[in-house]
C-alpha cells in the first residue's frame, strides 16, 4: 500500500507568513491528492483536490502544488481562523490514505 | 442542502458489536461512493472503508478487514458500518463522508457527517 508522509507534524508561524506543508507518496499517485483542514473540535473540511484545484468557498490564500510523490499546501498569508491540523490524502485508488497531519499554530 | 447524520455509536465491551448508521439528504445517494473514516482521541483521520454508490464494490483498510462490513440501503439514503469483535484500539469517533465526484468510486470527500462516538472498554 502506498503511504502519505506529512512534515512537519506542526508547525507555529506570525500573522501574515507565507506556510508551506509538505506530503510525500510513497508510490507515484499522479495529480490524485486531497488537502483537508481540521480546526480545534471541529468536522474536517475539503480545500482542495487534485493536487492543484480549489475547493469552492476555500480562500484564495490557500493554494496547492505537486504531482507524482511531491505535493504542497502553501497558506500564502496566514490568519487566525487558520489554527488547525491540515491532512492530505491520496485517492487514486483505496485505501484510500491520510497522512499524519500537521498542526498549525500562531505564534 | 447536503446533510450526513450518524447514529449508533456509544459504550460496547471488547469482543462485542455496534452498528453505525449514516442518513443522506440533499443529494441523489445513490450516485455516490460513500466512506467510513475515523479518528482515535487526540489522534489523526484514519480512512476504515468504501462502498461504491450502487453497493457492489466495498474496499476495508488492513486494521478492520474481516471485523467490520460496510453497506447500504440506497432506498433508506443510509450507509452503515457492521463492527463486530470490536477492540480498544477501534475507540474513535466515526464519520460518514460523500464522494465529490458522481460515479467515481476512491474519491475525495466534499461532505462529512458530524461523527459517531465509538467507546471499546470493559
Known amino acids: 500500500d502506498i503511504q502519505m508522509t506529512q512534515s512537519p507534524s506542526s508547525l507555529s508561524a506570525s500573522v501574515g507568513d507565507r506556510v508551506t506543508i509538505t506530503c510525500r507518496a510513497s508510490?507515484?499517485?499522479?495529480?490524485?491528492l486531497a488537502w483537508y483542514q481540521q480546526k480545534p473540535g471541529k468536522v474536517p473540511k475539503l480545500l482542495i483536490y487534485a493536487a492543484s484545484t480549489l475547493q469552492s468557498g476555500v480562500p484564495s490564500r490557500f493554494s496547492g502544488s505537486g504531482s507524482g510523490t511531491d505535493f504542497t499546501l502553501t497558506i500564502s498569508s496566514l490568519q487566525p481562523e487558520d489554527v488547525a491540523t491540515y491532512y492530505c490524502q491520496k485517492y487514486i485508488g483505496a485505501p484510500l490514505t491520510f497522512g499524519g497531519g500537521t498542526k498549525v499554530e500562531i505564534k | 442542502e447536503v446533510q450526513l447524520l450518524e447514529s449508533g455509536g456509544g459504550l460496547v465491551q471488547p469482543g462485542g458489536s455496534l452498528r453505525l448508521s449514516c442518513a443522506a439528504s440533499g443529494f441523489t445517494f445513490s450516485s455516490y461512493a460513500m466512506t467510513w473514516v475515523r479518528q482515535a482521541p487526540g489522534k489523526g483521520l484514519e480512512w476504515v472503508s468504501l462502498?461504491?454508490?450502487?453497493?457492489?464494490?466495498?474496499y476495508y483498510a488492513d486494521s478492520v478487514k474481516g471485523r467490520f462490513t460496510t453497506s447500504r440501503d440506497n432506498s433508506k439514503n443510509t450507509v452503515y458500518l457492521q463492527m463486530n469483535s470490536l477492540r480498544a484500539e477501534d475507540t474513535a469517533v466515526y464519520y460518514c463522508a460523500k464522494a465529490r465526484v458522481v460515479g467515481a468510486v476512491a474519491d475525495h470527500h466534499d461532505y462529512w457527517g458530524q461523527g459517531s462516538l465509538v467507546t471499546v472498554s470493559s
Open positions: 508510490q507515484g499517485i499522479s495529480n490524485y
Open positions: 462502498i461504491s454508490g450502487s453497493g457492489g464494490s466495498t
